[in-house]
RNA sequence: GCCCCAGUAGCUCAGUUGGAUAGAGCGCGGCUUUCCUAAAGCUGAGGUCACAGGUUCGAAUCCUGUCUGGGGUACCA
């Protein structure tokens, strides 16, 4: 149901005969919208105001003449002009209880999708197979899947596609470990875990020899940071009243003590590493273990049997361990090609790009320059080896070829957004111009101390422990044996395990859908299983309870076939209000989608589980004055249920009929 | 240095692309269970929308400048 396109084609009636200017008369139709105020108006246009000036009348004037010309009896109860000129319109509710009626019997609630489908690549989750998943992935993911998801149900035709990072330099990491520091046994009982071991390993080694490196260097740049104290101060204590004098003097200050911080955690992570004598005498065997590591990379790029072998060893086994993951997430893509499966292509593009003189030598690497840009796209590094910005000119050219793409979204870290400018900016110089690419970018996952999730930092978080925390977390809060008898349910341990299930996995992913994702976004563990507030498991009771309503009516005779016959009718103002929600699913859908943000869905759903709780309270179901009002509430509560279990599902989360 | 993003209630965040008196959740105070799941509902306190100018009928939203924080910035992905 699209309000919104219905009330806009009659006032395009109204306007033709007022404005001759065709941009103006659609400049106009843009701004009849939904009410920010619900106590005055359901819909209001805000035309008048701007058109004082082009049609040199007040704006009062214009309004009312355009009420006068306006044709919508049968939609709304009533239509006024209020304030500086705001057209504030009331829906009818025997209109909008006649349109509840039409959706109540469709598969789709009403949701009558997009007039105009298109077809979407959506590039999201892409995880580097060979670590371990952790919880910065889970944004990717989640976000895309309820884009992919939302889309499909608007009608258009979706392709997911999960961009696996299975060629890059981890791998010269494993396969580097497995070569020097592998358990034969523990990699044959449990090959994911060893080699996760290894990757972890080999780069902890890394880090030791970079710390070591680093610090010299940090040295160096101590001494010159207190030059530079010493220089701003002389000069702030010449010209106290001078603010750009202080504001040096600040800033030398803070680089200096940034630049101490740094050679502290570096001597700490030394002297931690020094403390470890096996590790010591891994690392002194290994010295030089990153160009070590870039050469078993390479050989892996140029075909190295050996390492080739491996790497058809361990991908297998990776894949399973993502794949369960994904399985566990209720997440499936329609393809999975991987970095790997370009790489044969990547000598081909760079030359196509070299022949049509996009691409160009410089300092020995090939490079796309590019207006507005300081930095060149370098397409082949000096030692001729290809990069991620060479995958993904490939990876979009044959998407092109295969697909016909309107529009390529992809679902990832803002960090990476000026590689997406640059890679998009190529793009069109090759020729890709009728696709429209679009970076759908997200905050990033950060922890609680407000900085970033590392792989690198031990520290990280799991996202499978993760996972079954928070599953460990709903079932102590949901299945709490007190709160299942006060509620009269009586629960077997499969049936508990489920609902766990359930409600833990869409808290998890509920909080990251709730946030906008443009903003960063710090990951709480406790915040999120909190089961109150606007998060899933409030949207899931609320679901439950409208279940629980519908078995019990069976039970005293109002059967699905009945109320599913009977007349649907608003009469009390929370019926209206609620009924007006419903109407609004697919406005809500459509306009998450305008610019991929899935907390306006969540905002929706958390509202109408809101007005469904109110509803609730003041209006009895099945125990209401007359059959006629209790059959019409069951079928306001059959939509109610309807609707956020369809809600939930785009967003990939699931519900239960009890809990 | 340059570029991008952010700054809204004690805390965590929304804010429908410029609309009327800026909203939720949590926390804090009060009220409501003979009634369909009280994980609920109702209600109160709490704001200089970072700051200063500007644009116009109208600004948290757009423009300029300043402050603060984060990110990016030639061979990582």
Redesign the pocket.
Known sequence: MQILTLLRERFAVALAELIADPQLRASSL??I?????P???DY?A?????L??PLGKP?LEIAKEIVAKLQLDDICESVTV???????LRLSPAWMAAQLQSAASDERIGVGGTASPKIYVIDYS?P?VAKPMHVGHIRSTVIGDAIANVLRFLGHRVITDNHL?D????FGMIIYGYKHFRDPAAYAQRPVAELSRLYRYVQSIIAYEDAVAAVPKLEAQIVQAAQRVDLARKKQEAAPED??AS?EL??AK?GLRNSEDELASNQAKIAECKANPEFMADATQHAGINEAV?AE?AALHRGDKENMKLWHEFVPHCLDEIHAVYQRLGIQFDHEYG?SYYHDLLSAVVEELFAKSLAVQ??????V?LEG????M?V????G???????DIATALFREREFEPDACLYV????????F?KLFAVLKQIGLTHTEFKHVSF??V?GTD???FKTRSGTTVGLEPLLDEAVER?WA????PN??Q????DMDDAEKRH?AET?GIGAIKYADL?????????F?MD?MV??????S??I???Y??T???L???AVQGWTEDRWQSSSLQLREP?EIALGLQLMRFE?ALE?SM??Y?P??IT?YL??T???F????????????DSESV?LS?LQL?ALVGRTLKTGLKLLGIGV????
């Open positions: 843009e701004r919208v939904p009410s920010r105020e106590q005055m108006a209001q805000n035309i008048a105001m701007p004082a000036k704006p209020a304030g500086a000129g705001y057209i504030n892409s580097n990072g060629w890059g330099t981890q603010k750009k504001k600040q800033a803070n870039l990379t970095e410089s300092n020995g690497a090939i490079c320059f840009f300081d930095a060149p370098i082949r590094k000096q030692d080896a290809y990069l991620y910005a060479t995958t990832v870290d803002h960090r990476q957004s000026e590689h400018n905050g990033t950060l407000g900085k970033p709903a809060v949901v299945c709490d709160r299942l006060g509620a009269g349910i609902v409600v709730s946030h906008n994702r443009t903003s960063n976004y710090v709480d915040k909190q089961l109150e507030g606007n998060t498991a409030y899931q009771y609320s439950a309870r279940q629980s309503i078995r019990k009516a929370i406005e306009q305008q610019e943000l907390n306006v905002e958390f509202e589980a809101r007005m709780s109110s509803f609730f309270d003041q209006c009895p179901v099945l125990k209401a209790g509430r509560t239960v009929d009890r809990m």
